[in-house]
């Protein structure tokens, strides 16, 4: 009988790529790792991977057994998340990503939220843009929040994905205090931007092509582009007064004194969602943590748009 401990090695083997980054995830030495991959090999009577002085890769076998052992580890966790419910407790441990600006603005609701269920752990991660529906389908986490540029919800072909609209976030336009634009009365006009230095995300980031799209939609592109990597130095940059951006309305949850934002008319959205495997999704401790999640894009709501006099998100 396959070994289900073993199994889960051989995913995360599969999904790190290297024995000694599946020990460093698992918490075990690589010659563990090693040990029981041999031992799992043993078991099917067959090689699993191709091993060299520096490097393994899965075989052909390995690469087969490694679907069959996803959908039996789902169908584990799925019975698992049924069982778990019958109890009704959230408790356990729960990990979350989050890119940067979403993990700033979510975690103090969700903390607050959260604290109160004694059995139940939350570690918050920040990850990198395009990586959470990857960590959540592999296992490496249990939710992700992500974002979402296109009016079409995200497609998981495969149904072993859900996706709940957390909410909607506009770009706008964030200008120093003592800008011209700075000025309610004064109408936002894009044509007239084209002159300024401009502060931005670098190429190829989500965010500077929807900025790109709202330029080239008024017939050019700015006169001076500065790149730099964070919503946070941008927003710091912006504030001393070294140029303007385009920013979603959700960098507008952390303080930064000396910075107006500004609705730009018919600006693009993001959509942000909180991702989770459909087989963990009735398991006590994550239907908790999305229901908190959802507590927290309420208040996130409910903050920018009475603190800042306009919707900003919604």
Do not use: C
């Amino acid at each position: 009988m396959l070994d289900l401990r073993r199994l889960h090695i051989l995913h995360e083997f599969a999904v790190h790529g290297t024995i000694a980054a599946t020990a460093n995830a698992l918490g075990y030495t690589p010659s563990a790792i090693s040990q029981q991959l041999a031992a799992l090999e043993r078991e099917v009577g067959t090689q699993l991977l191709d091993r060299t002085a520096r490097s393994a890769e899965l075989t052909d076998a390995g690469r087969l057994l490694l679907g069959h052992a996803e959908q039996i580890l789902a169908m584990v966790e799925a019975a698992e998340s049924v069982l778990a419910a019958q109890t009704g407790a959230p408790q356990g441990r729960v990990t979350l990503t989050a890119f940067p600006t979403a993990a700033v603005a979510f975690a103090p609701s969700l903390a607050r939220e959260l604290r109160t269920y004694e059995g139940l752990q939350l570690v918050l991660r920040q990850t990198t843009h395009g990586s959470g529906a990857r960590q959540v389908q592999t296992a490496e986490v249990d939710i992700s929040l992500v974002d979402h540029w296109s009016e079409r919800a995200p497609d998981d072909a495969a149904g072993t994905l859900r996706y709940f609209l957390l909410l909607h976030d506009p770009l706008v336009l964030a200008v120093p205090e003592g800008h011209r634009l700075a000025d309610p009365s004064i109408p936002v006009d894009f044509a007239e931007l084209l002159d300024e230095s401009w502060v931005t995300a670098p190429v190829g980031e989500p965010s500077r092509s929807a900025i790109d799209r709202l330029l080239g939609d008024v017939g050019g592109s700015p006169g001076a582009v500065w790149e730099f990597e964070g919503i946070g130095t941008i927003m710091s940059l912006v504030a001393r007064g070294l140029g303007i951006a385009a920013v979603p309305a959700l960098a507008f949850s952390s303080s930064y004194p000396g910075l107006v934002h500004r609705r730009i008319p018919n600006a693009p959205v993001r959509r942000i969602y909180a991702l989770a495997r459909a087989t963990s999704v009735p398991r006590p401790a994550i239907d908790v943590t999305l229901r908190a999640l959802r507590k927290a894009a309420q208040d996130i709501i409910n903050v920018l748009n009475t603190e800042r006099g306009e919707a900003l998100v919604y």
